[in-house]
C-alpha cells in the first residue's frame, strides 16, 4: 500500500535539544496531520494543518504544511525524556465519485531523547 | 467519555484461522477505518464504514471483510489467516465522512494479533 517518505527513520538526541523531521509524498494533500505513537498504543493526533503554507504550533512542537501541498514539517524545541515515541505524518485524501475520505500514513520517525 | 475501544487487546491464532476484531468508536463519532500497522512500519489503510456501509477500501484482499453495525461499532474479520498477517490491527472513529470533517482520526490502542 502507499505509504508516505518521512526523513529521518530514526534519530537518538540530548535532552533539551531541537528536533526536526519531513514528510514527502509524490502526490498533493489538501490536509496534513501529525501523529505520534507509543508502545502499546495508537496513534494520538498532535497537530492538523489545513492550508498550504501555514504554520501551527503546540506548545513545543511546530509544524508547517510545504507550499507545493506535497511536503510537511515537524519541529519539537528543547526536547524531554517524554518526547520519546514513534512520529507519523499522514495525508488526507478524498475520494470524489464518494465524497470521503481517508488517511495515508507516512513511515514513521523514531525519537529517542537521552536524558 | 470513553475513547475509542477494540477488542481483544491480544490475540494469538493459527495459520488457516479466522479472526473477529471488534471497535466501538469514540462518543458521537459515526465513521470507522480499520487500519493495519506491521512492526516497524506505518499503518496501512483496510477500510472505512460509515451508515453501515463499506465506503472506501485499500489494497487488501477479500478475506479482509468487516461491518458496521447500527449503534456505529464496527467488526474486521480475516479469513484463512496468513503469517503475514501479524501485526497490530488500528480502529479509528471520526465524527463524519464527507466534505469537510477533516479533523483527523481518533484511535483505538488497537488488537495485536499473531498469527502462528
Known amino acids: 500500500g502507499q505509504q508516505l517518505n518521512q526523513s529521518p527513520q530514526s534519530m537518538f538526541i540530548q535532552e533539551g535539544e531541537d528536533v526536526s523531521m519531513n514528510c514527502t509524498s509524490s502526490?498533493?494533500?489538501?490536509?496534513w496531520l501529525w501523529y505520534k505513537q507509543e508502545p502499546g498504543e495508537g496513534p494520538v493526533l498532535l497537530i492538523a494543518?489545513?492550508?498550504?503554507?501555514e504554520l501551527t504550533s503546540n506548545g513545543r512542537l511546530t509544524a508547517q504544511f510545504g507550499i507545493t501541498r506535497k511536503d510537511s514539517f515537524l519541529n519539537i524545541s528543547a526536547s524531554i525524556p517524554s518526547d520519546v515515541g514513534i512520529y507519523f505524518c499522514?495525508?488526507?485524501?478524498?475520494?470524489?465519485?464518494?465524497?470521503?475520505?481517508?488517511?495515508?500514513f507516512g513511515t514513521g520517525t523514531r525519537l529517542k531523547v537521552l536524558a | 467519555d470513553a475513547g475509542v475501544t477494540q477488542s481483544p487487546t491480544h490475540l494469538i491464532k493459527t495459520r488457516g484461522q479466522q479472526v473477529t476484531l471488534r471497535c466501538s468508536p469514540k462518543?458521537?463519532?459515526?465513521?470507522v477505518s480499520w487500519y493495519q500497522q506491521a512492526l516497524g512500519q506505518g499503518p496501512q489503510f483496510i477500510f472505512q464504514?460509515?451508515?453501515?456501509?463499506?465506503?472506501q477500501r485499500g489494497n487488501f484482499p477479500d478475506r479482509f471483510s468487516g461491518h458496521q453495525f447500527p449503534n456505529y461499532s464496527s467488526e474486521l474479520n480475516v479469513n484463512a489467516l496468513l503469517l503475514g498477517d501479524s501485526a497490530l490491527y488500528l480502529c479509528?472513529?471520526?465524527?463524519?465522512?464527507?466534505?469537510?470533517?477533516?479533523?483527523?482520526?481518533?484511535f483505538g490502542s488497537g488488537t495485536r494479533l499473531t498469527v502462528v
Open positions: 479509528a472513529s471520526s465524527p463524519g465522512i464527507r466534505g469537510k470533517n477533516n479533523y483527523g482520526y481518533t
Open positions: 502526490s498533493i494533500f489538501n490536509t
Open positions: 494543518l489545513y492550508k498550504a503554507g
Open positions: 499522514a495525508g488526507q485524501r478524498f475520494r470524489a465519485t464518494s465524497g470521503t475520505y481517508k488517511y495515508i
Open positions: 462518543s458521537g463519532h459515526d465513521t
Open positions: 464504514y460509515y451508515e453501515e456501509e463499506e465506503r
